[in-house]
Every structure is written in structure tokens, then in C-alpha cells.
């Protein structure tokens, strides 16, 4: 079966610190792998979309690498925001049909001041 | 542009009650996903469609029904609300296969008493 997982489950961090996100996926054949941030009550925006030849994407003081030799992929967030504070989602694409896509259970981002 | 909207956002239903959810999109894309998010779990696919006219069952689709009688629409239907369908329902749309952007709505707060 399928599966993503994502760690930590929760983290809490300062203001202006460096934070990494791990994702660990077992998905195959393997297509693509999303982060996705979702704010409190809100729905999940995209921050990155990496393919399987893509190491390293960045948007802004995100940061995310691939490694599909060992599925494995992180998202480093920069000199923290308190509006980073969120859910952070990943998600890898099978690369198959439309229904495709496996969700991890998202890692839970405070920033505190 | 909107994007992807849902309404209502939030509702409470008494069991056995029916309701639809809305979901409506103005970026022309194809494929549109109903999606549920359970507290602490990933995103499970309700039901999807890949054009008007065509639905297919996604991971979790018991107790649900859709309809795709345009690009822009997919409404969800929950027949006989049960306790278990209390959760935060989210659609989604991109526009090819599943290597597109993909954009959810905010979402729907949906509570069975």
C-alpha cells in the first residue's frame, strides 16, 4: 500500500530560526512529490511541485529537496515568520490515474515569538 | 479569477439528514476531487472527476454521490447523514492528469448531531 509519513508531527520553534520538515514515501511508480502549507482553517496552497529529476526547488524561504533514490524528501523553512505557523503537507503522485495522489498527515508548525 | 469555492463553510446536520455541498470552479480545469480531512489524519479522497459527465469512487466514497454535468460544477451529496461524516470537506480542481497545480477550496465545516 501506499504510504506517506511525515515528521516530526509537531514542532515548535522561535522566530527567525531554521526548521526542516521530513517526508518518507513508499509510493511507485513514482510521478511527482507536492508540499503543500495550510493555514488554520484554510485550504492547502501549493509551495512546490518536484519531479523525479529535480533535486532542490525553491519558492522564497522554502526550500525543498528530493531524494528518489531512498524516497525520501524535506522542506527547509529559513529564518522562520510567525505566518509560517501551519500545517505543512506532503504529498507524492503515483503518476498513474487522476486519483493518483497520496497525502502525508501533515506536520504541525508553531512559530512562537 | 475565484479559483475553487465551496459553500456552505460551515453546517450542522441532524443524523439522517441530506445536504449538498457546492463546489464550483472558473479556471476551465478537468479534474475536480472531493476530499475529506479527518482531525490528525491526511486528506482522503471522497470521489473524483476527470471531465464532465465522468465520476469515478475514490478511497472513502460510502454514503457520498456526486454529479459533473459541467466543468465548472461538482457538487457532493451526503444521503442519510451519519456522527462519522462530521469533518472538513475540501474540492479541489487542476487541470491535466496529476502532474498539474493542483487548487483546493477553503473548505466545508460539516457536523453530524
Known amino acids: 500500500k501506499n504510504q506517506v509519513e511525515q515528521s516530526p508531527q509537531s514542532l515548535i520553534i522561535l522566530e527567525g530560526k531554521n526548521c526542516t520538515l521530513q517526508?518518507?514515501?513508499?509510493?511507485?511508480?513514482?510521478?511527482?512529490l507536492r508540499w503543500y502549507k495550510q493555514d488554520t482553517g484554510r485550504g492547502p496552497v501549493s509551495l512546490t511541485i518536484?519531479?523525479?529529476?529535480?533535486n532542490t526547488k525553491s519558492n522564497g524561504r522554502y526550500t525543498a529537496t528530493l531524494d528518489a533514490d531512498t524516497k525520501q524528501s524535506s522542506l527547509h523553512i529559513t529564518a522562520s515568520q510567525l505566518s509560517d505557523s501551519a500545517s505543512y503537507i506532503c504529498?507524492?503522485?503515483?503518476?498513474?490515474?487522476?486519483?493518483?495522489?497520496?497525502f502525508g498527515k501533515g506536520t504541525h508548525l508553531i512559530i512562537q515569538p | 479569477n475565484a479559483g475553487v469555492t465551496q459553500t456552505p463553510k460551515f453546517r450542522i446536520l441532524k443524523i439522517g439528514q441530506s445536504m449538498t455541498l457546492q463546489c464550483t470552479q472558473d479556471?476551465?480545469?478537468?479534474?475536480m476531487y472531493w476530499y475529506r480531512q479527518d482531525p490528525g489524519m491526511g486528506l482522503k479522497l471522497i470521489y473524483y472527476?476527470?471531465?464532465?459527465?465522468?465520476?469515478d469512487k475514490g478511497e472513502v466514497p460510502n454514503g457520498y454521490n456526486v454529479s459533473r454535468s459541467t466543468t465548472e460544477d461538482f457538487p457532493l451529496r451526503l444521503e442519510l447523514a451519519a456522527p462519522s461524516q462530521t469533518s472538513v470537506y475540501f474540492c479541489?480542481?487542476?487541470?491535466?492528469?496529476?502532474?498539474?497545480?493542483?487548487?483546493f477550496g477553503e473548505g466545508s465545516r460539516l457536523t453530524v448531531l
Open positions: 504529498v507524492v503522485s503515483e503518476g498513474g490515474g487522476a486519483d493518483g495522489l497520496t
Open positions: 472527476s476527470v471531465g464532465a459527465g465522468i465520476t
Open positions: 479541489a480542481a487542476h487541470p491535466r492528469g496529476n502532474t498539474g497545480e493542483l487548487f
Open positions: 479556471m476551465n480545469h478537468n479534474y
Open positions: 517526508c518518507n514515501y513508499t509510493v511507485s511508480p513514482f510521478s511527482n
Open positions: 518536484m519531479t523525479f529529476s529535480e
